[in-house]
Each structure stands twice: as structure tokens, then as C-alpha cells.
């Protein structure tokens, strides 16, 4: 088996959203990295290793990683990899990805029917004499940091909470799509989303963001569910850009969530629904100054 990396101390996870204690296993591997004279990298799976749905999938999870480590060692999470034991996964890492180090958080596991664990890789690396890291739980507000946290105040709509926890904003990147066309009626156009498969959407409601178009942020109140107004019981993701009125589609914009406002409400016309898009615009403002 070839060696195409060069010497490696790997940060070792699934890092589904990138939050405060990913960081700090990441931190650990690249000061770790360095001291030594090595590079620092970081696993994640191409698919879902889990049954719940992702926070981020995993375009996105490699742009966030990408901005705290050196290399990125990606994995299909195919029947052959779940089969592999334990020591051979580390193994794997040791002959083809060059590790000569591993950290990880207290709770991983990883291999075969998840044999492995931290004491499993702290007793293998004293072994094969190779830097090795357990970091212990991050708290916050005298809870673990972890993504089932976050994913659990995401589904309650608390994105303050979740931000706190996360290492950058809870956000959403998509191609935008075509929508309805109601929004531009009534003077409202609005940039349109489809949910991704198995990717976890904050509770349905009305939302204070920030988008990103081509670099530039504007203010802007984000809609994740149905449109009763207008009888459309179809789940999306739609924005009003305040200040906004070029064309995105096919364009790839980011989504920078900051509060959630409100919860979705059937209006008696287009005309009520416009003159509250423009007082959630003015409460939006004020979560994102």
C-alpha cells in the first residue's frame, strides 16, 4: 500500500455541524501538527454513518473543515468500511494516510459494531509509541457540547442557543431554485431553496438572517415550511433580501441564520402578508446590527 500523505497527526470524528468541540479536537491535532513538524487532518464521510439527519452535509462540512486543518481524509461509509475492525481502521490511517498521531473526543467510537472507543486508541497508540489525545467534554451553560444539542435546539427554532455552540452561524448554502412567483405580485421577490434529503432544517417559522450574495450581506427574513397564504403546503426555504433586486438563480447564496421571529401564520391576503414581511424586515434589522 502507498503512502501519498505526508506525515499526518489526525483529528478523528464525524463532525456533523463543526461546533466549539470539534474545534477544540481540531485545535489540539494542528498544535500537535506543528510542534512536530507535521501536517494536521481531519476524517468525515462522503454519506449519513448515522440514522438522524445531518446538520451540515458534507460539501459543507469539508468547507468548514477545510478552515481548521491542513488535509481532509474523506471515507464512503459502504458495508466494507463498517466491517472493518477497530485496529485496522487505525492501521489504515497509519500505512495509507501516514498518521503518526490521533485525537479525538471522549466519547468517539469508531470500527466494527463501534468496538473501538478512547481507551481502545490511547492503549493502540502507548503500543505503536504515537502521539495520542483524549479531550475531555467542552461545556456550555453546564451542558456537554455536542451535536445532538445542537440538533435538539435547532428543532425547538433556538438559534441563539445553537450559535453559541457552533463554530460559525448556523447557515444554508444552496443553488437557488425557481419558485412560485408569488412574492414578486405583491412586491416581495424572494430566493427560493428546496430542503436536501437527510439534511436537518431548523422548526418550521420565520426567521432573522443574513444572506450572503456574492459576498456581500444583506439583511433579510428567511420562511422554512409551508405557504398558507396562498394554499402551498409544500416545505421550503424562502427569503425576502431587503435592499436586494438582481437575479440568483442557479446561483449558489448563503443563508446566515441569527433568531427565529415568529411562527408561520395564514394571512387574509397578499397585502397583510406584505405589510408584515416588512415589520419582520424591521425586527430582523435589529437582531443582525
Known sequence: MSVLFDKQIIALGFFDCVHMAHRKILETARQAALSMGVKSAAITFTGNIKTMPVVYDYDERVKLLSELCDNLISFEFSDDFKSMSAENFLMLLINKYNAVGFVCGYDYTFGKNAAGNSAFLSAFAKEHNFFCSIEVPLYC???????????????EGNIVAANKLLVKPYHI?????????????FGCPTINFLPKNNVLLPKYGVYSTMSDINGKLYCSVTNIGNKPTFGDDVV?????????????YDSNVTIIFKDRLREIKKFDNASQLKQQIFEDIRRSKLCCE
Not at 457540547?145 to 435546539?153: M, R
Not at 421550503?236 to 440568483?248: A, N, P, Q
Open 141 to 155: 451553560d453546564g451542558e456537554p457540547v455536542s451535536s445532538t444539542k445542537i440538533k435538539h435546539l435547532l428543532s
Open 173 to 185: 448554502t444552496q443553488r437557488v431554485v425557481h419558485g412560485r412567483g408569488q412574492g414578486h405580485l
Open 236 to 248: 421550503s426555504i424562502e427569503t425576502f433580501v431587503d435592499g436586494f433586486s438582481g437575479s440568483v
